[in-house]
């Protein structure tokens, strides 16, 4: 997502653009696969910092901007509502702060004034400089909220749906994060991922920019102190003024050949996640599922953090991508519920394929029967009767299709904010420059691609 809004964005201004992607499709971690004829999302259960159309300022709106896209393009519809589940207590919200501080008035009236406080500091934060002070979120909310209970309730669907880090997160990115999932909402196309990678494509093509599929860089060449080629896994050398790389930072090292074939392995994230597909011939609705995405916590305390078995299964998101307001009654033809929880990469890359796969079913069966928990209580011998097809994907799917090294999906837990490397013209976007998501991958194409190389200071 950031490669293609950062070509998008290069190509509007005549540059001549080449965007290589090792896989034999686009979209990197969130792309789409088909498996016995049907079709899949990697991931999507969202589009976040969902805003109305004229929002000023809305992360989402500056992308259609400098993208030159309409935002009708996209298709997005709002989310129906979703959950914060823990034990003894909910929190619902919707694509409305106001009505999420009402309900966290509700449920924690005598932290009411904190939140109100928390809302006012965020406010006056500048989470998108390029050098934000490292200030913990679990601090912030310490200091402001003095509720643990609510505290580990906010930074639950906030870690999930984008901290690197362990048990906590910067306080520019929980920031980012709340704006996001709280003031902004979630959105999706019915048709799901492709709908935003065929748009992205569709625009590139438009301005004559040229795409290379199953072509990964092998080497980054590097000479004083700059890149100066590309070798390509089938051998071809290209040239170039500018490389923009969104694999990671420890990754692009490795490619560089000024540096070591194992540069950075401390920095590697330690954070990866299973994900449990279920597909029904019901829609969630009739099973008496009516929300988007619930995150759940089953313990007293949320913990974050890469788990000592294959997979943590006190904590999780469950998502319902058919409970979004689809425009006139439409809806996706089947129905599907994804459960997504923290896994250990070292756990599940070691094993051996015949074992995979039995700890696969093992697995899916206890995260399966964990939602069925937290859920609200659904007939569970006619959902049995229902399901027509499953899948799961491990730590150890995410590194073999991206190349996401410990298959860490937010990549490593210190950001590169202002998308410089060691090399002069080799720039840092997407997950490891800071931005995180699907909007964040795409803000983090445009604004790297705008600091550095169309307007550098
Ligand atoms: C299961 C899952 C569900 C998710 N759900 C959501 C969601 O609902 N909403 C949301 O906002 N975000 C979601 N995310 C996170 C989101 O997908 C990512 O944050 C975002 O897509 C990252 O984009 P990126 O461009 O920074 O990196 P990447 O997607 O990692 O892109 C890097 C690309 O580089 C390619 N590559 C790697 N090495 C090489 C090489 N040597 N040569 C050439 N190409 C190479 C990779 O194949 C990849 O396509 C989800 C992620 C996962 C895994």
Redesign the pocket.
């Known amino acids: 997502?950031?490669?293609m809004a950062a070509a998008i964005r290069l190509a509007l201004f005549d540059r001549k653009v080449l965007l290589?992607?090792?896989?034999n499709v686009p979209?990197?971690?969130?792309s789409y696969y088909a498996q016995a004829g049907r079709r899949f999302d990697?991931?999507?259960?969202?589009?976040?910092n969902y805003a109305p159309p004229r929002a000023r300022g809305a992360p989402l709106n500056k992308i259609f901007r400098q993208l030159r896209i309409g935002r009708e393009e996209f298709a997005l519809s709002e989310q129906k509502g979703s959950r914060i589940v823990f034990p003894g207590f909910d929190l619902s919200f919707a694509n409305d702060l106001e009505s999420f501080r009402a309900e966290i008035e509700s449920v924690f009236p005598q932290c009411i004034d904190g939140f109100d406080r928390l809302l006012a500091i965020m406010d006056d934060f500048d989470s998108l400089s390029s050098h934000p002070p490292d200030l913990s979120a679990r601090q912030v909310l310490r200091e402001t909220l003095a509720e643990p209970a609510l505290e580990d309730a906010l930074m639950c669907p906030l870690c999930y749906y984008g901290s690197a880090r362990e048990n906590d997160m910067e306080f520019a990115q929980f920031v980012i994060m709340f704006n996001a999932l709280f003031r902004e909402g979630f959105g999706r196309p019915l048709e799901g991922v492709r709908r935003v990678i065929r748009v992205l494509r569709n625009k590139y093509r438009s301005l004559g920019g040229e795409r290379r599929l199953k072509t990964?860089?092998k080497r980054i060449v590097a000479r004083d102190g700059k890149a100066t080629s590309l070798e390509l896994d089938d051998g071809q050398v290209i040239e170039a003024t500018h490389v923009v790389s969104?694999?990671g930072w420890v990754?692009t090292q490795r490619?560089c050949s000024d540096r070591e074939q194992d540069a950075g392995k401390e920095e590697i994230g330690r954070l990866s996640?299973v994900?449990t597909i279920t597909v029904t011939d019901l829609q969630p609705a009739d099973l008496g599922w009516e929300d988007t995405i619930v995150f759940f916590n089953t313990e007293e305390s949320f913990v974050y953090e890469r788990p000592e078995d294959l997979v943590d299964l006190r904590s999780g998101v469950i998502c319902f991508p058919n409970n979004y307001l689809y425009p006139d009654g439409e809806n996706l033809d089947e129905g599907f519920f994804r459960v997504t929880a923290l896994a250990d990469f070292n756990g599940w890359a070691s094993l051996d394929e015949s074992i995979y796969k039995e700890e696969k079913a093992k697995w899916f069966e206890r995260l399966h029967k964990v939602s069925m928990q937290v859920l609200p209580e659904t007939d569970e011998a006619r959902l049995n009767r229902h399901v027509i097809a499953t899948d799961m994907f491990t730590p150890r799917t995410?590194q073999h299709f991206?190349?996401?090294l410990g298959g860490a999906?937010y990549g490593a837990p210190d950001k590169r904010r202002d998308g410089a490397t060691h090399l002069s013209n080799l720039h840092l976007c997407?997950?490891d420059q800071g931005f995180?998501?699907?909007?964040?991958?795409m803000l983090s194409g445009i604004s790297i691609v705008n600091q550095r190389i169309l307007s550098p200071s």
């Open positions: 997502m950031a490669g290589l992607e090792r896989h979209g990197g971690l969130n990697v991931g999507l259960h969202a589009v976040t990964g860089v969104t694999i990754e490619l996640f994900e995410i991206t190349g996401k999906v997407g997950t995180l998501g699907i909007v964040g991958a």
